[in-house]
């Protein structure tokens, strides 16, 4: 089955130590996007590929940066996590240049401990 | 400021009852909705979508309305069933920018169908 495929699962971090998490996807877009989400807050996003065309959101800490190598894999590299860097760490992928739907494929979420 | 939002965190219906959540939002040039579905340990799920040129989109047991006047939408299901619980997104794009730029979520409705 054509999915979004998260790794990690859950990522335990020390306050301060690197750490990437990885997304793949056999979907085939050209969008790629990361959201972080705290506990009972909505999905935020972070920044978005578009092809190869990096997106960042205006408020979204240099602390967060993202690379996408090909077209399958996107990383998102938190290079000195907070305690506030605590939360689900959503990839998502969607189809634009075409008829807009506006959906989104998910993973399952990547957990993120900063401890 | 949140730009979409879903005042109520929890929801309760009996099973075979009608379940209805609301999302408000903010912004004028949002122009495609949708609702996603999550469960625990899972990533969101595409539910149901809707453009701003409908005002009704139904799809089996899911229907959603939007009323553009008021800024609302809100998501019907009926009959509700053991395995709608699950929490709720409302989400939005502003699609002027080829549909690439990703959703604005709500902080989620958490619906719980009893038997």
């Known amino acids: 089955d054509a999915m979004v495929i998260q790794n990690p699962r859950y990522q335990v971090t020390q306050f301060g130590k690197p750490v990437t998490l990885s997304c793949s996807q056999t979907l085939n877009h050209n969008v790629m996007y990361w959201y972080q989400q705290k506990s009972s807050q909505a999905p935020k996003l972070l920044f978005h590929y578009y092809d190869k065309d990096f997106n960042n959101e205006a408020d979204t800490p240099d602390n967060f940066q993202s690379r996408r190598p090909n077209t399958s894999f996107c990383f998102l590299d938190i290079r000195s996590p907070g305690l506030g860097d605590a939360a689900m760490y959503l990839c998502?992928?969607?189809?634009?240049?075409?008829?807009?739907?506006?959906?989104?494929?998910f993973g399952e979420g990547s957990r993120l401990t900063v401890l | 400021d949140q730009q979409v939002k879903q005042n109520s965190p929890s929801l309760s219906v009996q099973e075979g009852r009608i379940s209805i959540l609301n999302c408000d939002y903010t912004n004028s040039m949002f122009d495609y909705f949708l609702w996603y579905k999550k469960y625990p340990a899972e990533g969101p799920t595409f539910l149901i979508s809707?453009?701003?040129?409908?005002d009704k989109n139904e799809d089996g047991r899911f229907t959603v309305f939007l009323n553009k006047s008021a800024k609302h939408l809100s998501l019907h299901i009926v009959p509700s069933q053991p395995g709608d619980s699950a929490v709720y997104f409302c989400?939005?794009?502003?699609?002027?920018?080829?549909?690439?730029?990703?959703?604005?979520f709500g902080k989620g409705t958490h619906l719980i169908i009893q038997p």
């Open positions: 998502a992928t969607g189809l634009a240049g075409g008829p807009i739907t506006g959906e989104l494929f």
């Open positions: 809707i453009s701003s040129i409908k």
């Open positions: 989400a939005a794009m502003d699609a002027s920018g080829g549909g690439a730029d990703g959703l604005t």
